[in-house]
């Protein structure tokens, strides 16, 4: 099975900060990797799917990169709203899902 | 837009089966690969199983294999997880989400709580 390691596991940072999470891939993975945020007692919410590509409607200041087995999720001048935990994930028909441990953003 | 609407909190006590539904509107079931992933009180995602599109066969991680069954009814696009032999640890919130181009969930249902107590 492909294991998705995280890090931070928690970041502290203020507003109008640039952070940025890394996701390690077990063996190489192209670029299928999706973001999430989710936030207290609410479902999970995708950001970016194959790596770099941005979901309508969720503000440009979050970015994906990444190829193989290294992925960062980015996020520019960073926002109230965007306090959260952030999880990785990926999916292949052999072994199903696997989601990073989560990173949380919390307020500095 | 397709929306997930899922069943009610639910509370089990240990070695009871619980049956979770999740309502699809805005899109044809049949068309959709449709999944389960739990979350612990304060853990991260688990992804427990669902439709692999690749395969056309539904599949299940392994730690779930054999207590746990995923089924539709198509006639009322409703998706249904069935986890038996509970335990105090299978105290979760448990999502459906619809899998994408073989790769992302979106979107996900809101969650339903299920507690397992004596």
């Known amino acids: 099975d492909i294991q998705m390691t995280q890090s931070p596991s928690t970041l502290s940072a203020s507003v109008g900060d640039r952070v940025t999470i890394t996701c390690r891939a077990s063996?190489?993975?192209?670029?299928?990797l999706a973001w999430f945020q989710q936030k207290p007692g609410k479902a999970p919410n995708l950001l970016i799917y194959?790596?770099?590509s941005l979901k309508n409607g969720v503000p440009s200041r979050f970015s994906g990169s990444g190829s193989g087995t290294e992925f960062t999720l980015t996020i520019t001048s960073l926002q109230p709203d965007d306090f959260a935990t952030y999880y990785c994930?990926?999916?292949?028909?052999?072994?199903?899902?696997?989601f990073g441990r989560g990173t949380k953003v919390e307020i500095k | 837009q397709v929306q997930l609407v899922q069943s009610g909190a639910e509370v089990k006590k240990p070695g009871a089966s619980v049956k979770v539904s999740c309502k699809v509107s805005?899109?044809?079931?049949?068309?959709?690969?449709m999944h389960w992933v739990r979350q612990a009180p304060g853990k991260g995602l688990e992804w427990m199983g669902g439709?692999?599109?690749?395969?056309?066969?539904?599949i299940y991680a392994q730690r779930f294999r054999g207590r746990v069954t995923m089924t539709e009814d198509t006639s009322r696009d409703v998706v249904y997880l069935e986890l038996r032999s509970l335990r105090s640890e299978d105290t979760a919130v448990y999502y459906c989400?619809?899998?994408?181009?073989?790769?992302?969930?979106?979107?996900w249902g809101q969650g339903t709580l299920v507690t397992v107590s004596s």
């Open positions: 989400a619809i899998l994408w181009s073989f790769n992302w969930f979106d979107p």
């Open positions: 194959k790596a770099s």
């Open positions: 805005g899109h044809t079931l049949t068309e959709l690969s």
């Open positions: 063996q190489g993975i192209s670029r299928w």
């Open positions: 439709f692999d599109p690749e395969s056309g066969k539904t």
């Open positions: 994930q990926h999916y292949n028909s052999y072994s199903g899902a696997s």
